[in-house]
């Protein structure tokens, strides 16, 4: 388990404040992180083309700024 900074937290609470205020608490937050990180590293495992995909759309937003 990975552990989270303060700032990371909060930033996850600032969107779930916005979009799901009801699970906006830093316990919430934390396990969402976590299993953002699990969700990623099994999808880098078992469908890296879709990571890559995530890259493309990532770096097709930053070129349009």
């Known amino acids: 388990?990975?552990?989270?900074?303060?700032?990371d937290i909060d930033g996850v609470m600032r969107y779930m404040?916005?979009?799901?205020?009801?699970k906006a608490n830093p316990?919430?937050?934390?396990a969402l992180l976590e299993y953002w990180d699990l969700t990623l590293k099994h999808m880098a495992l078992?469908?890296?083309e879709d990571v890559e995909k995530i890259y493309e759309a990532f770096e097709a937003s930053k070129n349009k700024s």
Do not use: G, L, R, V
């Open 1 to 7: 388990m990975k552990s989270y900074t303060e700032d």
């Open 17 to 22: 404040k916005i979009f799901h205020p009801e």
């Open 27 to 30: 316990d919430y937050c934390e």
């Open 46 to 48: 078992n469908n890296p």
